[in-house]
């Protein structure tokens, strides 16, 4: 393969696949190097053969972990059998390019009915373009990898797949088709409430993610048409908008670091977590994660109206107090002094604040992590900012944030967390389901994307 055929296939389909991950030059490479090989400082290697005198570096925050380096090297493996056909047509080349990145994922998770979990993926693919009685349907299947089908007279997934009855069976969230690695039709399975485990995977998904573990596959058919693919208990892959993206969880709660608090884990998991759960139900979101110093001057973007938090409303209020007793704002002096010359409650009652009065009482003083995840999904997807502190604590929902002057959002939830990333991490969920999270460059000062997840 040329290299510059190389550069392009790893900034097309490479990179994008894995959060974080960025372009890191290269080095020079010897016969005795491999293909694919971690590197230093979180980063991986690669060229197209073992004769290459170089390896393009990719790096991101996280190492990465064994299943990515497989990834990676199918994809390789795969896109150098196609390079050697010479193809001319672009587009046919393109959409060989991603049947062999499909391909690549599947046999990066299992080679042992690999081809039977991407004909079933072929097969929801035309589902999610298809409606069944004027709908669209959602379909749940099971690949089950550590049994065989002993029926005498076995069903094959191909021979039902397409049929409308098939259809009607399962919803992809609590009931489940299951085939054997050989494709063999095992039963149907309905998903209890069964012990708890650790998972990571949209809320509506977390029943399936238990039980997909390193023996069995969960492939769902969303009524949006999206393909989710679970594996050790974990969201793995979804096909959304026609694409793949390979669900790094690990390196954007990573992204979310604050090393203050003791909670900072679970606080990390619970936003992404609600970042995971509004993605999946389409629901626009804008999500900061306020770093311990930052406090204050996040505060100066948030109305009053807006913090549900009495601690964060008494700071806010010295702060205005403050500023309104500066020379420059004496003309306003007044009608600051006296909006703030309130308690907390008398402040949302003499206004009528009915929305954080709401709020306030339904969350009743818990942190992020200690709220029921819908409750939270919901909250969150109100229009406006949720902002959340070092500790999990709940500053403001739906805050219509102060956009400085001169700023570029390109949308008001976009433009919401460019502003709020000066002060920690914010993450900008996008109602066709992309995730976007800024945090501020403290080298170039200003804002900058760390990942997206489309």
């Known amino acids: 393969m040329e290299k510059s055929e190389f550069y392009d296939i790893v900034g097309k389909l490479i990179v994008p696949l894995f959060t974080g991950s960025h372009l890191a030059g290269e080095i020079d490479s010897s016969s005795r190097d491999m293909e694919v090989a971690l590197g230093k400082s979180n980063s991986i290697l690669l060229k197209p053969s073992k004769t290459d005198d170089y390896r393009i570096v990719i790096k991101r925050g996280q190492a990465f972990k064994s299943f990515e380096v497989n990834i990676i090297r199918s994809i390789i493996s795969v896109l150098n059998d196609i390079s050697d056909l010479h193809i001319t047509d672009r587009i046919y080349l393109e ?13 990066s998770l299992t080679e042992t009915g690999a081809d039977v979990i991407q004909g079933i993926i072929g097969g929801l693919s035309k589902w999610a373009s298809r409606t069944y009685e004027g709908k669209t349907v959602a379909i749940g299947i099971l690949v089950n990898l550590g049994t065989t089908s002993d029926a005498p007279n076995p069903v094959n997934y191909e021979e039902i797949l397409s049929e409308d009855f098939f259809a009607l069976f399962t919803d992809g969230q609590n009931s489940f088709v299951e085939f054997d690695r050989n494709g063999r039709l095992l039963g149907y399975v309905t998903i209890k409430n069964s012990k708890k485990v650790a998972t990571v995977a949209p ?13 069995r596959i969960g492939i769902c058919l969303t009524e949006q048409g999206d393909i989710l693919i679970f594996y050790a208990r974990q969201l793995i ?5 026609g694409n793949w993206c390979v669900y790094s ?4 709660i990573r992204l979310l670091q604050n090393n203050v608090s003791s909670a900072a884990k679970q606080v990390r998991r619970a936003i992404y977590n609600t970042a995971l759960d509004c993605s999946f139900s389409y629901k626009g ?4 994660y306020i770093d311990k110093d930052k406090t204050a001057d996040a505060l100066a973007h948030i109305d009053a109206a807006d913090i549900i938090c009495e601690e964060y409303f008494n ?12 020379l420059y704002n004496l003309g306003n002096a007044k009608e600051i002094i006296d909006r703030f010359s309130l308690s907390y409650e008398e402040f949302l009652d003499k206004y009528n604040y009915s929305k954080t009065m709401a709020i306030r009482r339904i969350v009743a003083g818990k942190k992020i992590h200690e709220l029921d995840r819908t409750l939270v999904e919901e909250m969150t997807s109100i229009d406006g900012a949720t902002i959340v502190d070092y500790e999990g604590t709940i500053i403001a929902v739906g805050a219509i944030i102060k956009i ?7 949308g008001g939830r976009l433009a919401a967390a460019k502003t709020l990333a000066k002060y920690g991490v914010a993450i900008k969920v996008s109602q066709d389901g992309i995730m976007q999270g800024f945090a501020l460059d403290k080298k170039a000062n200003s804002v900058k994307q ?3 997840v489309g």
Do not use: P, W
């Open 249 to 252: 969880h690990d390196e954007i």
């Open 237 to 241: 892959f979804a096909k959304r908008l």
């Open 95 to 107: 959409k060989l390019q991603t049947m062999a990145l499909e391909r690549a994922l599947v046999e």
């Open 404 to 410: 400085e002057a001169g700023s570029q959002g390109g």
């Open 203 to 215: 809320n509506v998904y977390e029943k399936v993610a238990r039980m997909c573990n390193d023996k």
């Open 285 to 288: 979101a804008c999500i900061a």
């Open 450 to 452: 760390v990942f997206y």
């Open 315 to 326: 700071l806010k209020k010295q702060n205005e107090l403050d500023e309104a007793g500066k």
